[in-house]
Structures are given as C-alpha cells and as structure tokens.
C-alpha cells in the first residue's frame, strides 16, 4: 500500500491500491537514465512491459517459433494453438460474443484503417456522412478522409469546448439520416478527456448508423465490455496496454464483419484460388492475410492477463487520484497551463509554460532521467482548437507514484529557473 504522502500541503490518499508492489513487475523502471532514476511518464506513448510479457516473447521465440496454420508439425502446431489462444483471451477481455469477432491487426491505426477501407468503400456512397470528434488523433481522421474522397461521402466533426469536452448537442444535431458511420476517441490522448461512448454509440444507432470506438487510450484504464457498450467496432494498440508493439486488436460485430470484403489479400486469407476465382476464408481469418505478428499476438496474452489480475476497477481511484495530486502540484509552477480540464478525465496532463517551447521542457527533463512526451502527439487539430502549436504532455499508468509526480514537479522548477 502507498504511503500517505504529504507535498506543500497536499495529502495523497491511500486508495488500496498497492503501487509499490506493482512497479516491481516492471524491470525497465529499475534502471537509471543519465545518472537519474529513470521517471517514466510518457504512457500514453507506449507502456512499459511487465515480465510475464517479457517471459511470452522469449518463450515464443525461444520454445517454439513456428509459422502457424500451415504446418503439420510440432511447433507448427504448437504456434496455432497458443496463437489462438490468444485470441480466445482477447474475446474473454473484451467480452465479445465470438472469437469470429476478434482480428489480430497492428494495432488501433490498422483497425480504423481496416474499417475504413473495407466497411467506407463497400458501404458509403456519395452525400453519405461520417462523424468524428474535435479530438481524434490522426488515426481516426486522415482514414476518413481519404475514404470520403473515393466515395464521395462527407467528414462532420463534433466540436469540443474550451474545457475538451465533446458537446453532445452539436453531435445530436449533425446525426441525421446522411449518418453512416461514427467514429471516435474514448479517451483522448491529447486531453485525457473521457468521452461518454455508449451514449454517442446509443445515439448513432438510432440515427441507423455504425459507430466504432477508438480504444488505444481506454483499455489500459477503464474495463472494456463490447456488448455493454454496444458499439459495431473497438480498436486498441497491445503495446498501450502493457504488450508488445506491432499487435492489437479490431473487434468488430460479427454479421458486420461477414458483409465486409478482405482489407488486404494474400495468403491465409483465403480456403481456395484459381485463376478463375478465390474464394475467401471464414472469419477472424478472411482479415488476416500473409504470416501475422504470432510472437506479439502470443505475448499480448499475458498483458490481458496482467490487466486483469490487478483489475481497473481497483486501480481506477488510485489513478484519479494521482491525477488530482499531480494537478494541483503542476499549477505551483508559475506561468503553467494545463490544456484540457474535462469533468471526466484519466491520467493525462497536457501543459504549456510561458517561459518555454514545449521540446525545451522535454529537453530538461530528460536530463533528469524524466520521460514525457511534447509535440502535436499526432492531434494537430486539437493544437488548433486551443491555439498552441504544441504541448508538453505527462501521462500515467498504474506504475506511477506520487513520488514520480513529485520529480516531475522538481524537474519544472528547473525549467523555470533556466528558461524563465
């Protein structure tokens, strides 16, 4: 259990949730940075991995590296098993109704674009609309656009208030019968901003519209139950969620899923090809052509593992509480500005100082071993809607302590007394 901690005046609760004992399943946050120990706060980035992901990638490649599918023999066999085994897990974590409803793909991006090009070509025609957010990252803009100029259909975006809250008026206004498909951001990684899905999910339905929600920023922070929320399609990035890079997962509704053509061709994605006609394969695997991530599909295994056995919904206080603690110590720095304040928010603290361009406080901090992220963090419209043309950003996960918060606040007041 965290100590009590007490900083100018602020008292840190003590929520239950052991953080200490946590932060050791994360060998990496052991290690020193240029002389400093290192303070990880770019989660919203990547996560840090915990050894059991570690353990899943070697064994993986140490045990039984095979090609799946294809193979008679042992590893081969071996490989497909835990393979879809992991994807039984996968539909287990997300409470899907089938493993038909799982695609392993890169990642959050590979599933918008996946969708996009596949269920936006099929299905949209021109005057037809799409709603996004003010919020979205780049993954869920640029797809659509591009989907809107081979269809000729139209991109409407809900607008955000000064705070970074999605103004479910404006959206209720832009829903009509032109509505095929909504698309957005759970948590957004700019703002940190919580957006209510299953009431935007609730409210494209019944305008006859499919709604897909970009979970990349929510899996690791907030339960996930597709069929709680209702919504056609959720994406999320494994290494986001304490796995490897270069996996992930698109859920989509299966009878959706089976009027979509092939987003991409080639082998595995097929049961028969002649040069006459192919004919194409049952799902998830009429999704998944040529050899996938196995390994990173393997050891994404024990990330939903680990997710799980600390459970959000215990972890969920201690991160809000964080939050709070490190947002009334980041406003002692003088000349400092959190963008984004929405009633419903997780662990991300976006921030500009007047003294300093937002690389120049990534800068010093790095040289106090403390990893944030600065930049447009691929939400330039976001930048423009608050009028900076970056930020500096510190983002939370379940390993992060008070302590962190405390150095991160350290490391500020050197930028002040640098730059200021």
Known sequence: ???????????????????????????????????KPLIY????????????????????????????????????????RQYEDARLNAQTFLNARSHREIIFVR???????????????????????????????????VPWQVVCEQTGARLRVVPINDDGEFLMEEYEKLLSERTKIVSVVHISNALGTVN????????????????LVD??????????????????????????????????????????????????????????VTFEKTVYNDLPYKFEAGTPNIGGAIALSPALDFVRSVDLRKVAPY????????????LEIPGLR??????????????VMDCAHPHDIGTILDSEGIAIRTGHHCAQPVMQRFGVPATARASFALYNTPEDVDALVKGLQKVVEVFG
């Open 215 to 272: 979970g990349a920023q929510s899996v690791a922070h907030i339960p996930v139950d597709v069929q709680d929320l209702e919504c056609d399609f959720f994406v999320f990035s494994g290494h986001k969620l304490f796995g490897p890079t270069g996996i992930g997962i698109l859920y989509g509704r299966e009878s959706l899923l089976e009027r979509m053509p092939p987003y991409q061709t080639g082998g595995d994605m097929i049961l028969s």
């Open 338 to 351: 959190i963008i984004g304040n929405a009633r419903e928010k997780a662990a991300v603290i976006s921030f």
């Open 1 to 35: 259990m965290p100590p009590s901690t007490v900083q100018q005046g602020l008292q840190f609760p003590a929520t239950g949730f052991d953080v200490y004992r946590t932060r050791q399943e994360f060998p990496i946050l052991n290690q020193f940075v240029r002389g």
């Open 319 to 330: 991160e809000d509480a964080l939050l709070k603690y490190a947002t009334e110590r980041l």
């Open 41 to 80: 706060l770019d989660n919203a980035a990547t996560t840090q991995k915990p050894n059991t992901v570690l353990c899943g990638l070697n064994q993986f490649y140490g045990c039984c590296n095979s090609n799946i599918h294809r193979g008679v023999h042992f590893l081969s066999e071996l490989a497909t």
């Open 196 to 211: 209510p899905v299953k009431e935007i999910v609730r409210k494209a339905h019944e305008a006859g519209a499919v709604a």
């Open 107 to 141: 990642g959050a991006t590979e599933g918008i674009n996946l969708v996009a090009y596949s269920y936006g070509r099929a299905f949209l025609k021109e005057g037809d609309e799409i709603i996004i957010s003010a919020m979205e990252h780049h993954a869920n803009i």
